[in-house]
T-cell receptor, first 113, second 111 residues
Framework: DAGITQSPRHKVTETGTPVTLRCHQTENHRYMYWYRQDPGHGLRLIHYSYGVKDTDKGEVSDGYSVSRSKTEDFLLTLESATSSQTSVYFC????????????FGPGTRLTVL | AQSVAQPEDQVNVAEGNPLTVKCTYSVSGNPYLFWYVQYPNRGLQFLLKYITGDNLVKGSYGFEAEFNKSQTSFHLKKPSALVSDSALYFCAVRDDTPLVFGKGTRLSVIA
């Protein structure tokens, strides 16, 4: 999976608790992305980063925050998890933001009870 | 705003027959178009992309896609399907904003 790891791979948590998902890359790519995958919706962009400390919102950013303090790590935080955030979360990376191919991590399955 | 549609949730094809997975798009400028495949419990794997130039793009595992500007389509094709091609396929498009994905088409190749 192109030098991308996600942790944890599976997590079960309760409504109202904070959750942080980590994406780590060894490719030194500038861009990093967080998506969620839900049946009937495909993949939807949550947030993305175009450099250290540079982030922007995606289509479904409400209830999520991100941080990128170094090139290789991109963190996704659910400040107070809700059942609607039960999903599979994918991280992706790309060298550039235009026609560059995005490469995906293995995913994190999050269940919020 | 850019958008992409995959009109078929499910495509069934017999092994050895040609397969087509459909994708149409809408963008304001020139599109960059991508196809990805997802096997069970895995991340998405890149198959091919169109940026500019030849309308027929060849990719991994014998797949190809044809860019048709007049019909705003980018259908994925393979001349002879394998059972191992059974998976979830996603089309994606971008122009000046990050990638937008279709909802996916599940391909089932029957032996």
């Amino acid at each position: 999976d192109a030098g991308i790891t996600q942790s944890p791979r599976h997590k079960v948590t309760e409504t109202g608790t904070p959750v942080t998902l980590r994406c780590h890359q060894t490719e030194n790519h500038r861009y990093m992305y967080w998506y969620r995958q839900d049946p009937g919706h495909g993949l939807r962009l949550i947030h993305y980063s175009y450099g250290v400390k540079d982030t922007d919102k995606g289509e479904v950013s409400d209830g999520y925050s991100v941080s990128r303090s170094k090139t290789e790590d991109f963190l996704l935080t659910l400040e107070s998890a809700t059942s609607s955030q039960t999903s599979v979360y994918f991280c992706a990376i790309s060298e550039r933001g235009d026609s560059a191919t995005q490469y995906f991590g293995p995913g994190t399955r999050l269940t919020v009870l | 705003a850019q958008s992409v549609a995959q009109p078929e949730d499910q495509v069934n094809v017999a092994e050895g027959n040609p397969l087509t997975v459909k994708c149409t798009y809408s963008v304001s400028g020139n599109p960059y178009l991508f196809w990805y495949v997802q096997y069970p419990n895995r991340g998405l794997q890149f198959l091919l992309k169109y940026i500019t130039g030849d309308n027929l793009v060849k990719g991994s595992y014998g797949f190809e896609a044809e860019f048709n500007k007049s019909q705003t389509s980018f259908h994925l094709k393979k001349p002879s399907a394998l059972v191992s091609d059974s998976a979830l396929y996603f089309c994606a498009v971008r122009d000046d904003t990050p990638l937008v994905f279709g909802k996916g088409t599940r391909l089932s190749v029957i032996a």
